[in-house]
């Protein structure tokens, strides 16, 4: 009975886990609009996140999300600025979004693009069909991880969580935080808005807590 509620909780948490990451992916996808701000800050999502994490980088993102949009006119500005300066491809772009701008540098025998690609092909799926960006982009890495927590949390057959577990956990290790520390590292530099900090750190922290519960 413990093992079967233990495993109901580390389910509820999976799925609140991937809610904070839609949200954190769609910040980094385009440029943040009336409804993200209003969903997120206004409503007061951000200062009652659906988790609690006792790991450090999950503590100082809900710290610094909880503080970082006061008045919801003059933040979403700020938060629009940011995302030109950091991500937009007319801008200056001083936060790459891409793993291969980041892993590529490192091991040219293995682009980054084709072996995400691989995973994607083996579970079916083609990011083109919605989105217009690089595959290898942090956003779409991420709408894949959820789509797989997804599919995760919906199985009743213990095998099938295991094995797919192990793929998760792979697909963490391989093509996200084999370079998303350093990004972070770029966002807490680069990063005028606390909106954006908090959201690196978010991004960091949700990945290392979901490869925690299912590890």
């Avoid at 980088?57 to 999300?65: D, G, N, P």
């Avoid at 937009?88 to 025998?109: A, I, K, M, W």
């Avoid at 995400?116 to 956003?139: C, M």
Wanted: net charge negative.
């Amino acid at each position: 009975m413990q093992i079967m509620k233990r495993d109901k909780e580390n389910i509820n948490l999976l799925k609140a886990y991937n809610m904070l990451l839609y949200f954190a992916g769609s910040m980094i996808m385009k440029e943040p609009s009336d409804e993200c701000i209003n969903d997120f800050w206004t409503r007061g999502t951000v200062k009652n996140l659906p988790v609690k994490s006792s790991n450090p980088r999950f503590i100082k993102a809900a710290s610094i999300l909880r503080d970082s949009c006061r008045d919801k006119d003059t933040c979403r500005e700020k938060m629009v600025a940011d995302y030109r300066r950091l991500f937009d491809s007319d801008g200056p772009r001083l936060v790459p979004v891409c793993e291969s701008e980041y892993t590529d540098r490192l091991n040219d025998d293995f682009p980054a693009r084709t072996t995400v690609d691989e995973f994607y092909r083996t579970y079916g799926w083609n990011p083109d069909q919605h989105h217009h960006v690089p595959h290898d982009h942090l956003g779409i890495e991420l709408l894949f991880l959820t789509r797989l927590t997804d599919k995760f949390t919906s199985f009743d057959d213990e095998p099938c969580m295991r094995e797919l577990g192990k793929e998760i956990i792979r697909f963490i290790n391989l093509h996200i935080l084999s370079w998303v520390p350093a990004w972070n590292d770029r966002m807490q530099q680069h990063a005028q808005s606390e909106c954006y900090k908090g959201v690196g750190y978010l991004i960091y922290a949700c990945i290392e807590d979901i490869r925690g519960i299912l590890s």
